[in-house]
């Protein structure tokens, strides 16, 4: 087994409100070979994003596969409304970084 | 099926953000049916609904509008302008009404205009709650009454409905409040008999301009084509493609599930959506249906008062002091609260730190520090002198407070600015994220038709 950073498979790695309450990141792969890898490898799930943003599983709306996109989505309530007291990110356009960080097993 | 095909010209991702003219006069050439462009978002966050302004700039919005309303005219075909003034509330139709009045005035136009509201009522909220036809939309919490009260416009999502209505009365512009984002483009095609789901879903991706292209763009424009058996799109500019990707990604963008894709009335269903490159730069897309609900559901935003801001920026350098930077704010903290507690002040004091975790807060997994720390104080307060006074406190106190193995005596923190203080004004935050339920698509989105 080998392990291959996702940015070699992904072109687009993105966060974003889906309106003021949720917060929605998307994985989009270069390739159906690449999406498939991560597909299989099964890594993209409710652990692993409770883990890279320290959140309970129960924050976390879903995790969708999207093939005519080739993407992987996840969506998670937002910590707080869009713009109250005590937001860092409006937009949630920054929220996508620990996701950079993620490693797919690629069994040969 | 009344015609082969139908074309909806989409000049820009949000009205104000404008648009190549090249691009624009590309997609007349094709003779589009119609021009429509969406004026609005609630990205910009709660403020611009609450405070009833704008979040684009006046002479950005007239500038797109004298080109786009000009081509409507000479062509005869429809412009409909959704969201306007960004959130759809009077305040912001008002706005965009004037902006249009003025270039009408300047350009000697004369023609049918239909502007239809969407602000709802509180006291209409109020009963509409109480008889159990509104419920939050999930995860947005419960509204209490305190909320309301505090909450200073509400508006509802309108579907195509409205904006059908708005065109049979034979508006040549049809300037409407808060839409749902794909409305002002599948309105007319639908009124013409075209199939609600290929319209509306070619709406969703027009809405944004030409963000569905490689390299995507939100001041670009795009042309949709409606067919009986589904819709292509295209970007305009000749160094812009539509691929397969571009577009079904797109389809996820700011999206909770892209498969099922709720608006008024029912919802989008793509599971048996394909999509297909159709020529070097287009898409065709097929499968996708609309499928209506036996309630007519909208969704309703709203904002209310949550208190008047001041800020202050500074960045610390040593390393010393950024080892400690927790227990700094912490012992701050309690010490601005024990100055004032006779005072009884009412306020929220938050510290943004930047090289810490500024940017992510609660959702950051690695908070470590670097070489250097921006800090910004953060205060909203029930009024503007409270918020003026604990702000200043806080400065004054991190400036000069004396941690534990503390060596540099003179100051704590490097002001870029002086003042160091900005005085933001009232702040706002959401109060209403809600699904209310109605007896007819139209009922609550007053038309109101006009010569200009």
């Not at chain 2, 309303?69 to 509330?89: E, M, Q, W, Y």
């Not at chain 2, 409205?162 to 839409?179: F, S, T, W």
């Amino acid at each position: 087994m080998k392990k291959v950073p996702i940015t070699e498979l992904a072109k687009v790695i993105r966060s974003k409100n889906a309106g003021p309450y949720e917060l929605t990141m998307d994985i989009i792969f270069k390739d159906e070979s690449g999406y498939q890898k991560a597909v299989n490898s099964k890594v993209i799930n409710k652990s692993l994003i409770s883990k890279l943003y320290h959140i309970n599983e129960d924050q976390i709306i879903n995790i969708v596969q999207f093939p005519q996109a080739l993407a992987i989505k996840a969506t998670i309530i937002r910590p707080r409304p869009s713009g109250a007291l005590g937001e860092t990110d409006v937009y949630g356009a920054q929220q996508h970084a620990p996701l950079l960080k993620i490693d797919i097993p690629i069994y040969e | 099926m009344p015609m082969n095909e139908y074309r909806v010209l989409s000049p820009t991702a949000i009205l104000g953000y404008g648009f190549p003219e090249s691009s624009f006069d590309e997609g007349l050439k094709r003779n589009p049916d119609v021009i429509a462009v969406d004026a609005g978002s609630t990205d910009p966050g709660p403020y611009y609904l609450g405070a009833g302004v704008s979040f684009t700039d006046r002479s950005a919005v007239k500038r797109d509008l004298e080109l786009i309303i000009a081509a409507g005219l000479d062509r005869k075909i429809p412009v409909l302008i959704g969201t306007a003034g960004g959130a759809g509330a009077n305040n912001h139709l008002q706005w965009n009404l004037q902006i249009i009045k003025e270039l009408a005035q300047e350009n000697n136009w004369h023609f049918k205009l239909a502007t239809v509201q969407s602000e709802i009522d509180k006291e209409q909220i109020k009963e509409q709650i109480k008889e159990g036809r509104i419920e939050p939309l999930h995860p947005a919490p419960e509204l209490t009454e305190q909320e309301l009260i505090q909450t200073t416009s509400v508006v509802a999502q309108m579907g195509i409905e409205p904006l059908i209505q708005a065109l049979d009365q034979g508006a040549d512009v049809v300037l409407a409040g808060r839409c749902y984002d794909p409305a002002v483009f599948a309105a007319d095609a639908i009124r013409k008999g075209y199939d609600a789901g290929p319209a509306i879903h070619m709406g969703k991706i027009l809405e944004c301009g030409a963000i569905a292209a490689e390299p995507g763009s939100g001041s670009d424009s795009a042309l949709g084509t409606l067919h009986a058996d589904g819709f292509i799109v295209e970007p305009l500019d000749p160094n812009r493609k539509c691929t397969v990707t571009s577009v079904a990604a797109h389809t996820l963008y700011e999206k909770t599930n892209p498969v099922e894709l709720p608006g008024p009335g029912g919802y989008l269903d793509l599971t048996e959506t394909k999509f297909n490159q159709y020529s070097d730069n287009a898409v065709k897309v097929t499968g996708s249906k609309f499928i209506p609900l036996k309630k007519y559901m909208v969704k309703l935003e709203g904002a209310k008062k949550a208190g008047y801001r001041t800020v202050s920026i500074a960045g610390c350098r040593d390393s010393i002091m950024i080892s400690k930077i927790d227990e700094v704010i912490e012992a701050v903290r309690s010490r601005v609260q024990d100055n004032f507690h006779r005072q009884g002040y009412n306020y929220n004091l938050h510290f943004h730190i930047y090289g810490k975790n500024g940017v992510m807060g609660e959702l950051e997994p690695n908070p470590t520090v670097g070489h250097e720390l921006g800090i910004v104080i953060d205060v909203v307060a029930e009024d503007q002198d409270t918020a003026n006074t604990i702000c200043s406190f806080t400065r004054s106190t991190m400036l000069h407070y004396g941690y534990d193995g503390r060596i540099a005596t003179a100051g704590n923190l490097a002001f870029p600015y002086s003042p160091s203080d900005f005085k933001v004004g009232l702040v706002y935050e959401f109060s209403l994220y809600h699904l209310m339920e109605l007896d007819n698509p139209t009922a609550v989105f007053p038309i109101k038709m006009m010569e200009v």
